[in-house]
């Protein structure tokens, strides 16, 4: 589906703001510092929030990070992209990842990858992101797959 928030805004945030995005959609029931991911401080980690007017609607970090599939260039890990529950699907997170693409693409970044849900799969293959590796179990949290998007030509 289409963004249907013509007045949202995409600003960047701190790490501090993405926590009431964060805590409820992928923290549910944990402390509140469960929230805070390594590397949220570092001088080259970005965090971009979705706006609806003022009302902070979706969040998404990226932080510069190789992984164990890239070993070249410099390439990102997007984490943490969450939505408010009421209003997933609408687009609002494909509006964060388009952003957040161009950012990094800005930044000289080769390669996007990610750790995703397996109930995710659907919204990232449907950005052109391809499965990498193999489906695996995160404790507390659940199964995930990673997947990757090449940025740089």
């Given at each position: 589906m289409e963004n249907e928030y013509p007045t949202?805004?995409?600003r960047t945030i701190t790490s501090i703001q993405t926590f009431e995005i964060r805590h409820p959609i992928l923290r549910a029931g944990?402390?509140?510092?469960?929230?805070?991911?390594?590397?949220?401080?570092?001088?080259?980690?970005?965090?971009?929030?979705?706006?609806d007017k003022d009302n902070l609607t979706g969040v998404l970090s990226c932080y510069v990070n190789n992984g164990a599939h890239f070993t070249l260039g410099k390439n990102y890990q997007i984490r943490g992209v969450a939505v408010v529950e009421k209003l997933q699907q609408h687009g609002i997170g494909k509006v964060l990842m388009l952003h957040a693409e161009k950012a990094l693409k800005a930044k000289g970044c080769d390669h996007v990858w990610l750790n995703s849900r397996v109930i995710a799969k659907s919204f990232y293959t449907k950005l052109d992101y391809l499965e990498i590796g193999t489906v695996f179990e995160v404790p507390i949290i659940g199964v995930h797959q990673s997947f990757y998007k090449k940025l740089k030509q």
């Open positions: 949202m805004e995409i944990q402390p509140l510092e469960s929230c805070k991911f390594i590397g949220d401080d570092d001088d080259e980690t970005l965090h971009f929030g979705a706006y």
